[in-house]
């Protein structure tokens, strides 16, 4: 019996020493991969966007790159599929792909905001995270824990490594202080599901109220006399 423990374990830390090795090489080839692809691609995309005559095209580019870059997110899918799951398809993926999408878009716009006006990130993030936690009070639970699992997914590697390096390259093109006017744009994703997703929420709290005043009131269980007057010729 102590044998067949032994070789349990044995195998066990065997799987578990193959994953880990695998999980090594997926993070060193990925890593190659935004450093030979992504970094560089962002960073010439910002430089060739920021033109001094034609700047504030860069809020509604970088609106439509924030709006597609979500697909390319493997753990936001994840995501998406498990909710769907857990709540038996009452919130689905479809409908947080768009969620994320939109959230995501915004956080990008304003990202490129900042950058050509130079307004400091904690004029969005302070009221954005006041917002954020004033509707976790109004939507159900549920919404509360998918909009800061949300938060921290819509923030991943794939979607970082692509959206920092084309903010620093719009902002040294510009000639801002990238310090102050490039980063945070990881911030503000990480913000924006989180209204998005409380958002939905909402909605979706006030579609249950119509739909609820509109159920017709079931059976009480009372006994109720009815009265029935005959007329006799």
Not at 34 to 50: D, W
Not at 53 to 71: A, D, R, T
Not at 78 to 87: G, Y
């Amino acid at each position: 019996r102590d044998g067949h423990i032994l070789a349990e374990h044995e195998q066990q830390g065997a799987e578990d020493g193959q994953h880990a090795a695998e999980q090594y090489a997926g993070l060193v080839l990925f890593l190659c991969g935004v450093n030979v692809g992504f970094g560089p691609v962002g960073t010439v995309l910002g430089r060739s966007l920021a033109q001094p005559g034609y700047k504030w095209l860069l809020v509604p580019i970088g609106m439509l790159i924030g709006f597609f870059i979500v697909k390319a997110e493997p753990a936001i899918q994840v995501l998406n599929r498990q909710i769907q799951s857990v709540t038996s398809g009452a919130i689905s993926a479809r409908a947080m792909n768009r969620c994320l999408s939109i959230g995501v878009s915004v956080s990008v716009g304003l990202a490129m905001l900042r950058v050509v006006t130079g307004i400091p990130v904690a004029y969005i993030l302070l009221p954005g995270y006041v917002l954020a936690l004033g509707l976790s009070f109004a939507v159900p639970p549920i919404f509360v824990g998918i909009a800061f699992d949300s938060g921290g997914v819509a923030s991943g590697p794939m979607t970082t490594t692509f959206l920092l390096p084309l903010s620093i390259g719009a902002c040294e093109t510009l000639g801002g202080n990238v310090m102050t006017d490039a980063f945070g744009v990881v911030a503000l994703v990480a913000l924006t599901p989180l209204i998005a997703v409380q958002l939905m929420g909402v909605a979706y709290r006030i579609k249950m109220s119509r739909v609820e005043k509109r159920v017709v009131p079931a059976f009480d269980g009372r006994d109720e006399i009815v009265e029935l007057e005959e007329e006799w010729a």
